[in-house]
Antibody, heavy 118, light 108 residues
Framework: EVQLVQSGAEVKKPGESLKISCKGS????????IGWVRQMPGKGLEWMGIIYPGDSDTKYSPSLQGQVTISADKSISTAYLKWSSLKASDTAMYYCARHSVAGALDYWGQGTLVTVSS | EIVLTQSPGTLSLSPGERATLSCRAS???????LAWFQQKPGQGPRLLIY???SRATGIPDRFSGSGSGTDFTLTISRLEPEDFAVYYC?????????FGQGTKVEIK
């Protein structure tokens, strides 16, 4: 069974760093693109970027380039989303999802709620 | 960046009725790369349709997708109580893989 399990909720202060994770199981993790999707409170879905764990090829949304870093460690089937300096506007639910062979986001993690507040 | 515009913003219908949701792209996209998702309160998104018209695993056949070029449609033939939710379209053929802003299907 394909599963993506994300790390738990985080409460951080502005300026702090953070790295959240997404661990895949039940499939060949290195062979499928993993995407990250942001959902701000009460808002819609926003595509952040994707990574191919096999070679760490990464693509970012132009609006978020430089704001976050996407990485992966295929040896432990885990993808990451990292901030070096959080802002209050980073408060959101973050989902990871697997891109199927056909390209659609077919399996989703349960989401990680990140709250940034002073 | 391809912009997807969904309409209407909210659809008020009764169980048993037919729902027709629209997704219009700012430029032509390959139908191979258009998906629809359902999201219920407090839950993550669920893939319904990919490739514009192919149902994902386990999705009931009352859900169907159609369209090409810049105009795509999600149809729910007869609404069940569990279908009241927010629906998003997404194109994934071009980077960034943009989402529409969503259509809420609510009980009338």
């Amino acid at each position: 069974e394909v599963q993506l399990v994300q790390s738990g909720a985080e409460v951080k202060k502005p300026g702090e760093s953070l790295k959240i994770s997404c661990k895949g199981s039940g499939y060949s993790f290195a062979s499928f693109w993993i995407g990250w999707v942001r959902q701000m409170p009460g808002k819609g879905l926003e595509w952040m970027g994707i990574i191919y764990p096999g070679d760490s090829d990464t693509k970012y949304s132009p609006s978020l380039q430089g704001q976050v870093t996407i990485s992966a460690d295929k040896s432990i089937s885990t993808a990451y989303l990292k901030w070096s300096s959080l802002k209050a506007s980073d408060t959101a639910m973050y989902y990871c999802a697997r891109h199927s062979v056909a390209g659609a986001l077919d399996y989703w993690g349960q989401g990680t709620l990140v709250t940034v507040s002073s | 960046e391809i912009v997807l515009t969904q309409s209407p913003g909210t659809l008020s219908l009764s169980p048993g009725e037919r729902a027709t949701l629209s997704c219009r792209a700012s430029q032509s996209i390959s139908s191979r790369y258009l998906a629809w998702f359902q999201q219920k309160p407090g839950q993550g998104p669920r893939l319904l349709i990919y490739g514009a018209s192919s149902r994902a695993t386990g999705i009931p056949d009352r859900f169907s997708g159609s369209g090409s070029g810049t105009d795509f449609t999600l149809t729910i033939s007869r609404l069940e109580p569990e279908d009241f939710a927010v629906y998003y379209c997404q194109q994934y053929g071009d980077s960034p893989g943009t989402f529409g802003q969503g259509t809420k299907v609510e009980i009338k």
